[in-house]
């Protein structure tokens, strides 16, 4: 009896934490992880003091939000628009956790005040399409990840779009949970 417990109790707890971690439908499974790669952060950061931002730091001098595309070109984006490539203080930075970043999310995209169906279609859209996201995606351009001078952010977004297609559909389906 006591042999068959040593191995049936590890086996079950095994199958419910498999269970826990299967659900794709939370945004902690797999895009809080994701959502935190440097090709995320460092730019949401950008304006905040107290993490470091890079306006502070190496972008002292270059911090003029009218001469960013004096050097991050779309030659260097990707972008259509060079000036598409900004930042803006107030978004989910980093150091926060999941539940944190999801609800922040939801704060700036004004989720209160919008229906279910146009909050998915927003988020959809953003997740999708914005190019400051598809920047920050391995692979997801030809031009991810390229910063001015040659140099290249190599904190991605790993797994490539197809995979965070999936994963940001399998949230936003589920009811778009801040667990
Ligand atoms: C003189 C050229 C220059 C200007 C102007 C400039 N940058 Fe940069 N930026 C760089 C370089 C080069 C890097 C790569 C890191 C480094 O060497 O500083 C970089 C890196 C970054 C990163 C880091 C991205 C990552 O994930 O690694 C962000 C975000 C960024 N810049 C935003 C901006 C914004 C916003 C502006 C305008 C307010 C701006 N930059 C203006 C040259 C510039
Ligand atoms: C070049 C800077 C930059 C990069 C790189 C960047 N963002 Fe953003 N992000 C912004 C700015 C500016 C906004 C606010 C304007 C807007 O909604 O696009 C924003 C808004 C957001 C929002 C909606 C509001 C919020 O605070 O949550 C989400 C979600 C988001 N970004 C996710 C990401 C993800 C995920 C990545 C990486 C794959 C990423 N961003 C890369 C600059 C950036």
Redesign the pocket.
């Known amino acids: 009896m006591k042999k068959k417990i040593q191995y049936v109790l590890p086996a079950i707890l095994f199958f419910i934490f498999s269970l826990a971690h299967a659900d794709d439908t939370l945004f902690s499974t797999n895009l809080f992880a994701k959502f935190h790669a440097?090709?995320?952060?460092?730019?949401h950061d950008?304006w905040e003091n107290d993490k470091n931002g890079?306006?502070f730091t190496?972008?002292k001098?270059?911090?003029?939000?009218n001469?960013?595309?004096?050097?991050?070109k779309s030659s260097v984006t990707g972008f259509k628009h060079s000036d598409d490539?900004?930042?803006q203080p107030g978004l989910y930075i980093s150091g926060m956790d999941a539940k944190t970043t999801c609800e922040k999310i939801m704060e700036v995209l004004f989720a209160k005040f919008k229906s279910r169906e146009l909050l998915a279609r927003d988020l959809e859209h953003h997740l999708l399409e914005d190019p400051r996201v598809l920047w920050?995606i391995e692979g997801a351009t030809p031009e991810s990840?390229n910063?001015?001078?040659k140099?290249k952010?190599t904190?991605m977004v790993e797994g490539g779009l197809d995979e965070w297609k999936k994963e940001v559909m399998a949230w936003i389906e589920g009811g778009m949970k801040c667990e």
Do not use: M, Q, Y
């Open positions: 440097g090709s995320c952060t460092i730019c950008f890079i306006a190496n972008h001098k270059r911090s003029d939000v001469r960013c595309t004096k050097c991050h490539w900004f930042a920050g990840g910063l001015p001078f140099k952010e904190d």
